[in-house]
T-cell receptor
Framework: DGGITQSPKYLFRKEGQNVTLSCEQN?????MYWYRQDPGQGLRLIYY???????QKGDIAEGYSVSREKKESFPLTVTSAQKNPTAFYLC??????????????FGDGTRLSIL | RKEVEQDPGPFNVPEGATVAFNCTYS??????FFWYRQDCRKEPKLLMS???SGNEDGRFTAQLNRASQYISLLIRDSKLSDSATYLC???????????FGDGTTLTVKP
């Protein structure tokens, strides 16, 4: 089935450690996005990519990094510079520039906690 | 002022009630609009797109008012399973990032 796969479902980070969250899609979508959601809050955009080998900062990029070497993959690294990483991380994709009227589709998320 | 604003609620309604949510947006050039549903501790899922002429899907009706820059979602004959947070989403005209509202929480009670 086509879709977006995030892994792992749960992740624990030790202080000072970098961790990488995986996001893979087989929808042939050009655009991919990372969001953070804190309890009881809305989605906040971390990074997004409209095309392979290109990405832009969202509203809360500090302490995070991404890469987009392949169309189907958009991993997010939570670096040690992110002092409050505990949150629900959501990856999404959309067709992209080819059709701006299409919605985003989400993976089922990764819950990150500090040990 | 936020780009997309929703009444956070919560809306507490009895089963069978009709409930409506509004969402206002500030960018008059916005191109496309959607409603998503998010269950507790789950990812958002697309509920329906919102078209200029208004559209209906079963018990759900979405409307767009470009002049006043708001979209609405009407749920008729509420079910217990409708309890969730409803997010409105606005896409800009240049295929850039979408803007999500913070959501409106609905609880349907027996």
């Amino acid at each position: 089935d086509g879709g977006i796969t995030q892994s792992p479902k749960y992740l624990f980070r030790k202080e000072g450690q970098n961790v990488t969250l995986s996001c893979e899609q087989n929808l042939n979508h050009d655009a991919m996005y990372w969001y953070r959601q804190d309890p009881g809050q809305g989605l906040r955009l971390i990074y997004y990519s409209q095309i392979v080998n290109d990405f832009q900062k969202g509203d809360i990029a500090e302490g995070y990094s991404v890469s987009r070497e392949k169309k189907e993959s958009f991993p997010l690294t939570v670096t040690s510079a992110q002092k409050n990483p505990t949150a629900f991380y959501l990856c999404a994709s959309s067709i992209g520039r080819r059709n701006s009227n299409q919605p985003q589709h989400f993976g089922d998320g990764t819950r990150l906690s500090i040990l | 002022r936020k780009e997309v604003e929703q009444d956070p609620g919560p809306f507490n309604v009895p089963e069978g009630a009709t409930v409506a949510f509004n969402c206002t947006y500030s960018n008059s050039a916005s191109q496309s609009f959607f409603w998503y549903r998010q269950d507790c501790r789950k990812e958002p899922k697309l509920l329906m797109s919102v078209y200029s002429s208004g559209n209906e899907d079963g018990r759900f009706t979405a409307q767009l008012n470009r002049a006043s820059q708001y979209i609405s979602l009407l749920i008729r004959d509420s079910k217990l399973s409708d309890s969730a947070t409803y997010l409105c989403v606005v896409n800009p005209s240049n295929a850039g990032k979408s803007t999500f509202g913070d959501g409106t929480t609905l609880t349907v009670k027996p």
